[in-house]
């Protein structure tokens, strides 16, 4: 089960511009539901694949105890031409979909009664990132 829009407006999009230069204001720079959340450090790019995995571990750890927020959905699409096709002939087809993270950004919060265990699931989940983030407590 992959988390993609099952609709979007137009079906390529370009890439537009890095993160690491551009300095938006940022909406979920702090925790809004939970008591602990992961905060991205780094500018980057999570694919959906990223985002369901993080997801699986730490509904594996939590189970139900506790709930699981996150914050991030992949609305945009990444296009790849074959291996072996020659240059020219338009854009490729769409390959994944990813979302876009900027530096603050609150990626996943968690609501759960045993801190220990969210500090667990949290810190499993940092290792399925491809960029640093760090622990916050409410």
């Given at each position: 089960?992959?988390?993609?829009?099952?609709?979007?407006?137009?079906?390529?999009?370009?890439?537009?511009?890095?993160?690491?230069?551009?300095?938006?204001?940022?909406?979920?720079?702090?925790?809004?539901?939970?008591?602990?959340?992961?905060?991205?450090?780094?500018?980057?790019?999570?694919?959906?694949?990223?985002?369901?995995?993080?997801?699986?571990?730490?509904?594996?750890?939590?189970?139900?105890?506790?709930?699981?927020?996150?914050?991030?959905?992949?609305?945009?699409?990444?296009?790849?031409?074959?291996?072996?096709?020659?240059?020219?002939?338009?854009?490729?087809?769409?390959?994944?979909?990813?979302?876009?993270?900027q530096p603050g950004?609150?990626?996943?919060?968690?609501?759960?009664?045993?801190?220990?265990?969210?500090?667990?699931?949290?810190?499993?989940?940092?290792?399925?990132?491809?960029?640093?983030?760090?622990?916050?407590?409410?």
């Amino acid at each position: 089960m992959q988390t993609n829009p099952s609709r979007s407006k137009y079906k390529k999009q370009q890439k537009g511009k890095s993160f690491n230069r551009i300095n938006k204001l940022i909406t979920f720079n702090r925790l809004n539901f939970g008591l602990l959340g992961l905060q991205a450090q780094e500018a980057g790019r999570i694919t959906s694949k990223q985002i369901e995995s993080i997801q699986q571990t730490i509904n594996k750890i939590i189970k139900k105890t506790g709930k699981i927020v996150i914050n991030a959905f992949p609305h945009t699409p990444i296009t790849k031409k074959p291996l072996e096709i020659r240059m020219g002939k338009g854009k490729g087809n769409v390959d994944h979909w990813i979302f876009k993270v900027q530096p603050g950004f609150v990626l996943c919060e968690i609501e759960t009664n045993t801190l220990d265990l969210g500090i667990k699931a949290l810190t499993l989940a940092q290792l399925r990132l491809p960029f640093k983030t760090k622990l916050i407590f409410n």
